[in-house]
């Protein structure tokens, strides 16, 4: 399991709920590492060549028209049931069904087009069969419900899949026995019985020093002392009207539980209480009185539900999201730049750099940021960087990957220039900017990274207008050996304390200290 840098020398419940709530490791690619029953009841693979696409649709053709037909239905049925977010499950329980879903709308699609093979079923099912073994070791919980889900979608695809091994003259497997024995398997393991992931929830009364750190459009963020660990963390409260569906407020916990890298923010729990107060912003506050009512849901990755009251005028009831996060003493790097005007070529080096690792390991994950931005960025005194907000992240869609790039190229020639690349006085004037405007720089004398030939070059490669040809696309060492990282040492990113100095993040927060002093009443 991996190591969690947030809690990991932290004893007691917060330890003990971070260990129930980060429990998801690398779960992509896992094809062929299924156990030896199943490995058996699968049988002898045919290689890919000897069932290639050019094969696919005459096999498929020769199927009783009724075989598909009904595998359709079912998948489709299948498909819009198991996408529901349920409000009991924990993160790693929904990213394992979100994979089932996506397996599922792959075969569907391939029936669909007709080019549906063996191969293809026996490849979805290996991998499925993978990720619940990895479960095991990690919730049982999570691998109870998965076991069920994947024998479900083995019992469409049954006849299917053995006419196909049929007809390609193949060993046809018991499909049946598979299924059977995934969900057997937990039975006979004879694991024992897990402590319910609800009970490691920490109370609002454990948590003092509550302070204010901002409130937007969204909700509001608190500074919190875990008084149990002497833990000090952010408490980020959320409207439930801001989101109009569960699955748009748990995907930011869900991807928080199945990553694990320094250089994005880590989501340490969630939970449920019955807070009063009130804030002109939000309705929501934190006060050091409020205290868990009791648990509503054990939704561990969404935040819960929670019923806050409100004291402005009348008492009004609202349902909100919680989430206990990591605290970082850094700062909005939009704040950095806007404060510098523009960055040196080195700092920018090695924030770039960040952004890249952090990038590479959601994508490795499924996971495609879709929101990367300075203001989305934490930038510590040492020149750490931390990625936030997962609010708009999106699960496994691949071809959303190159957005992300693309991102980073405007965050790139903002650090170098202090402005964005294109502008336009309405949305639908700044799109036709990006599609058909070239990428133009300050003059050297004004904005002297404009004469850095390699960073101009890294930075024209990112906002390539087509995807295809983005940086990046195609494999993740094209941006690590470009020209401008030459002889750049990644692995003194994870290593040194200090990695570069930016004057200005120091005095935004010896101002901010001497701000927050004069408005102590103390």
């Known amino acids: 399991m991996a190591a969690v840098p947030l809690i990991a020398d932290v004893p007691g419940t917060l330890c003990c709920l971070a260990a129930s709530a980060c429990i998801s490791g690398r779960l992509f690619n896992i094809q062929g590492h299924h156990g030896a029953l199943e490995t058996q009841l699968l049988g002898h693979h045919a290689s890919k060549q000897q069932i290639g696409t050019q094969t696919a649709a005459p096999h498929f053709l020769l199927l009783d028209e009724q075989i598909p037909k009904t595998a359709t239905v079912l998948l489709d049925f299948f498909i819009k049931r198991e996408s529901k977010v349920s409000l009991m499950r924990e993160p790693l329980a929904h990213f394992c069904q979100e994979e089932a879903v996506l397996h599922a709308q792959e075969c569907l699609m391939k029936l669909n087009k007709q080019i549906l093979t063996y191969q293809d079923i026996r490849d979805t099912v290996e991998n499925l069969v993978g990720l619940h073994n990895m479960c095991i070791k ?13 024998r479900k979608l083995i019992i469409i695809v049954d006849e299917v899949a053995r006419s196909l091994e049929k007809m390609a003259e193949v060993h046809v497997s018991d499909w049946m026995a598979i299924g059977d024995a995934i969900v057997y398997k937990l039975e006979r393991l004879n ?41 000090v963390t952010t408490v980020k409260l959320v409207s439930m009207d801001r989101f109009r569906l569960h699955k748009q407020a748990a995907v930011d916990k869900v991807v928080a539980s199945v990553i694990r890298n320094p250089f994005l923010v880590s989501i340490t729990a969630a939970s449920a209480s019955r ?16 205290m868990f009512g009791g648990i509503i849901s054990s939704l561990l990755f969404i935040a819960c539900v929670i019923e806050c009251v409100r004291k402005s005028g ?42 890249i690792l952090a990038l590479e390991h959601m994508h490795l994950r499924g996971f495609v940021h879709r929101d990367i931005k300075v203001s989305n960025m934490l930038i510590l005194p040492g020149g750490h960087v931390k990625v936030i907000d997962f609010d708009t992240v999106k699960v496994s869609q691949g071809h959303w990957r190159a957005a992300d790039w693309w991102s980073a190229g405007i965050v790139m ?41 390699p960073a101009k070059d890294f930075t024209y490669r990112l906002l390539k207008k087509n995807p295809v040809d983005r940086l990046g696309s195609t494999t993740y060492s094209d941006l690590k050996t470009h020209p401008f990282f030459e002889k750049f040492d990644w692995k003194m990113l994870y290593q040194k304390k200090d990695l570069c100095e930016i004057a200005s993040i120091k005095e935004i927060m010896k101002s901010d200290a001497e701000t927050d002093r004069k408005g102590d009443p103390d």
């Open 191 to 231: 694991l024992p019985k897990p402590i319910p992931f609800a009970s490691y929830i920490p109370r609002m009364r454990d948590f003092q020093n509550i302070k204010m750190l901002g409130a937007g459009g969204f909700g509001a963020v608190y500074l919190a002392n875990f008084r149990p660990a002497n833990f």
């Open 413 to 453: 020639y903002k650090l170098m220039t202090g402005r964005v690349p294109f502008r336009g006085k309405s949305k639908q004037m700044l799109r036709e900017r990006i599609i058909t405007s070239p990428l133009k720089w300050p003059r050297p004398e004004e904005r002297p990274n404009s004469a850095n030939t």
């Open 314 to 355: 009348s008492d009004v009831t609202q349902e909100a999201y919680v989430t206990i996060m990591e605290y970082i003493a850094g700062l909005d790097l939009m704040r950095v730049v806007t404060k510098q005007e523009y960055l040196e070529i080195e700092p920018i080096r090695i924030i770039m750099a960040q952004l």
């Open 275 to 290: 807070l009063s107060g009130t804030s002109a912003t939000t309705g929501l506050l934190v006060t050091g009185n409020a």
């Open 138 to 150: 990690k919730s049982t919980e999570a691998a109870k419900e998965l076991g069920g889900t994947v």
